[in-house]
């Protein structure tokens, strides 16, 4: 199975800063990932598929790079709607994997 | 829009069975593979199962195979999870998940709330 490292497990941060979220796999997966936010008591919301890609309705300050092993997710102004949990995901191969969270709360 | 809304979660004894029921509406819900995806109390997110379009193809972790399985009613817009043999470790809320492709594909793209299933004595 492909291991999701994400770094770090949590982060403050304030109103307006730019914060950048690293996943690393365990094997080279192209741009085979995936970022969610959840918040407490909901599901997860796809944020960014295939590495970079922008899903339906996500505000523009959010943002994602990297291929091969290492990918991050980027936020350029915090807003205080986008404090959460964040999760990367793999969708090289089965079965599905994903890092352990990163919870960005508020400083 | 796309709903998805789980149900069945309750709780249940060690080694017993129960289903979970996730109903699709807001889309052709014959067109595209369905997930389950679990979170146990406090913890990240693991994925359980997958089901194609058609409900021809099947896949499964390996930490519940041979215990649950997924299936689908398409004329019900229906998905199902049938775990057997339950365990403390399976206690979580189960999430089903839409995929944008007829079987395993990039993502999960839409997501139910949520049904809390607890394994206990």
């Known amino acids: 199975d492909i291991q999701m490292t994400q770094s770090p497990s949590s982060l403050s941060a304030s109103v307006g800063d730019r914060v950048t979220v690293t996943c690393r796999a365990s094997q080279s997966i192209s741009d085979y990932v995936n970022w969610y936010q959840q918040k407490p008591g909901k599901a997860p919301k796809l944020l960014i598929y295939a590495a970079s890609n922008l899903a339906s309705g996500v505000p523009s300050r959010f943002s994602g790079s990297g291929s091969g092993t290492d990918f991050t997710l980027s936020i350029s102004s915090l807003q205080p709607e986008d404090f959460a949990t964040y999760y990367c995901?793999?969708?090289?191969?089965?079965?599905?994997?994903f890092g352990q969270g990163t919870k960005l709360e508020i400083k | 829009q796309v709903q998805l809304v789980e149900s069945g979660g309750d709780v249940v004894q060690p080694g017993r069975s129960l289903r979970l029921s996730c109903a699709a509406s807001g889309f052709p819900f014959n067109n595209y593979g369905i997930h389950w995806v679990r979170q146990a109390p406090g913890k990240g997110l693991e994925w359980v199962a997958v089901i194609s379009d058609d409900g021809s193809n099947k896949d499964y972790a390996d930490s519940v195979k041979g215990r649950f399985t997924i299936s689908r009613d398409n004329s019900k817009n229906t998905l199902y999870l049938q775990m057997n043999s339950l365990r403390a470790e399976d206690t979580a809320v189960y999430y089903c998940a839409k995929d944008p492709s007829r079987y395993v594909g990039q993502s999960f793209d839409s997501w139910g709330q949520g049904t809390l299933v607890t394994v206990s004595s």
């Open positions: 995901q793999q969708s090289y191969s089965t079965p599905r994997t």
